[in-house]
Each structure stands twice: as C-alpha cells, then as structure tokens.
C-alpha cells in the first residue's frame, strides 16, 4: 500500500498525502470532494494516470481522513440549510491555502489539479488566487457557488440529513442507499463489492472514529464562500470542466456555469454520469485528463 505522509504547514494545519507514480512525471494533484479522503479515488483512476507517466498525488483535505480535525464548532442542520455558516469559519480560501502549502512542501512548481465536487472549488480557487502552482485545471461534477446552478436535488439533501452511521456495517449500507441515489445504476453501474471494500477501508483507516461535524464544516466552508463566479473569470489555466447530464448532487448547470465564467474553459457532458466514478466512466475521465495535460504541455510549465 501508497504510504501515507505528512506535511506540517504554517498555520498549523496537518495534511496527510500519498505520492505515486514515475519521479519525473508530469506532476497531477488529485483533491477529493465533501467528507471524502484521499482513497476516494478509484484504484483504476490512479493506475490510469500513472499508466499514462503521471506522478499523482493526493491529499485528505482538513477535517478529512488522518489529515487535522479542526476544533471550532461546525454549523448545525439549520444553519446548513439556511445557508448561514458560523462566523469566523474556515472556507474554500482556507482550504485551498493547504493545498498551496502542501505543494510548497513538496516543492512542486505549476502542477496539474483535477478535482471533484468541492474539491473542484478547492482547484478552482487555488487556480484563481495561487495561479502559480496550477498548470492546468480539471473540474469535475462541481460549481461556482452562485446558487442559482449546481444544486442539488431536494431528495438528495433528504438523504444527506440522516443520522451519521454509528457502525461499519451501517456506514456501509448507507453509502451503498446513497449511492443508488446519486450514481448511475443504469448507464454506470457501481461495483458494489468494490464500495463495500471501499467504505470499510475508511472505517478502518479513521480507526472507527467517523467525522460528521467536520463534515459539517466543510459544508459551511462552501456556504462562507458564496458566489465565486466573478473570481473563476481570472482563472488563466487551461481548464477543462466535466460533469455527467444526470447528477443529483451537483446539478449540470453547476458545471456550465463553471465553463461559462473561466475563459477558454472546455465543457464535456457525459450522458448518463451521475455523481460518482463508476468503472464504466473511469478511463473516460483518465482520458479526457491525460488528454487535456498532453493538449496544453508547456502552456504552463
């Protein structure tokens, strides 16, 4: 197994990371999305990237798998659905902050930054307000803040608002119910002994101690953030931008409104996506990254 490592940064926050890949490939920085660590990414993703000579690394965000769980009080439901984050919250500002201080740590220069749902915020501000650590910028099933596009559905925020699980078995079957939800059964079916492994890894690796109220500041950080439209237009990265026709948790104009503010974005609609790489969808979203990374080497490295 990728060794977990660690970065201390500045202000205090620790970061867990993996790093994998050829030494002197093309670095890709991979920032998972709400409540998800690090081996969110599918094992076929990463071998795909690799495969493709690409040094991939990726991070538990804060509040995230072995990564600092922030002590300040998270957000309760109302506030959540209210919109109304707790003062002095961190934000996505804050998040994509780490991001640039694990990179300093590394001593990465421009890399390339795929991210997913809030993860692609997290990218899609570190593009914006640290432009030199970003080569090229992939977003993938996200938005720009603005809540007019990307939300999800009200069956989807139902789902979301149960009690957290209290056992593994628990945690298992609801990601599996979500899951049903929010991913494709159809035209992406999941491997549902792959996300039974899955769930129970996270389990094991946050030692049975899930997270819900970092999940809830994670939530706010979004919330705190707003409207993020008018930033994404100073994005100077090449950018692609990715989201399925289907997806009940970040609605596709969450993903045209992000093609529509950063200039010279890419836009690819996968019929039949949903939210979740699925394996029927991994290597297209492999290939349309690689491709991207190779289409636009040296416009920023």
């Known amino acids: 197994m990728t060794e977990d490592r660690f970065a201390e940064l500045s202000g205090g926050t620790r970061i867990c990371?993996?790093?994998?890949?050829p030494q002197d490939g093309p670095a890709l920085l991979l920032v998972a999305g709400l409540g998800l660590d690090l081996t969110?990414?599918?094992?076929?993703?990463?071998?795909?990237?690799?495969?493709?000579?690409?040094?991939?690394?990726?991070?538990d965000n804060r509040d995230t798998g072995r990564s600092t769980r922030v002590r300040a009080r998270p957000p309760g439901m109302l506030r959540q659905l209210l919109a109304r984050p707790v003062p002095g919250a961190y934000d996505l500002g804050d998040m994509a902050a780490d991001v640039d201080g694990l990179l300093g740590h590394l001593g990465a220069g421009p890399v390339h930054v795929l991210?997913?749902?809030?993860?692609?915020?997290?990218?899609?501000?570190?593009?914006?307000?640290?432009?030199?650590r970003v080569a090229t910028l992939t977003s993938v099933f996200s938005t720009t803040g603005d809540r007019r596009v990307g939300q999800p559905a009200r069956s989807t925020l139902l789902r979301m608002a149960k009690r957290p699980a209290r056992t593994v078995d628990e945690a298992v079957d609801r990601h599996l119910s979500l899951l049903r939800h929010i991913g494709s059964t159809t035209d992406f079916p999941p491997d549902e002994a792959l996300e039974r492994a899955w769930v129970t890894g996270v389990w094991d690796r946050a030692e049975g101690r899930p997270n819900p109220a970092g999940v809830a500041r994670q939530i706010g950080a979004i919330q705190a953030s707003g409207d993020r439209t008018a930033e994404l237009r100073s994005?100077?990265?090449?950018?692609?931008?990715?989201?399925?026709d289907t997806d009940r948790m970040v609605h596709p104009s969450g993903g045209?409104?992000?093609?529509a503010a950063i200039p010279g974005a890419r836009h690819v609609e996968i019929a039949g996506m949903r939210h979740h790489f699925a394996p029927g969808v991994i290597d297209r979203v492999v290939d349309l990254t690689a491709d991207h990374i190779t289409t636009t080497a040296g416009v920023r490295e």
Request: net charge positive.
């Open 115 to 132: 991210g997913m749902s809030m993860g692609g915020m997290i990218a899609q501000t570190l593009a914006a307000r640290h432009p030199h």
């Open 256 to 259: 045209r409104a992000t093609a």
């Open 17 to 21: 990371y993996r790093v994998e890949g």
């Open 40 to 59: 969110s990414w599918p094992r076929r993703m990463v071998d795909g990237f690799t495969g493709r000579g690409l040094r991939v690394i990726r991070l």
């Open 235 to 244: 994005i100077t990265a090449p950018t692609l931008v990715i989201h399925g």
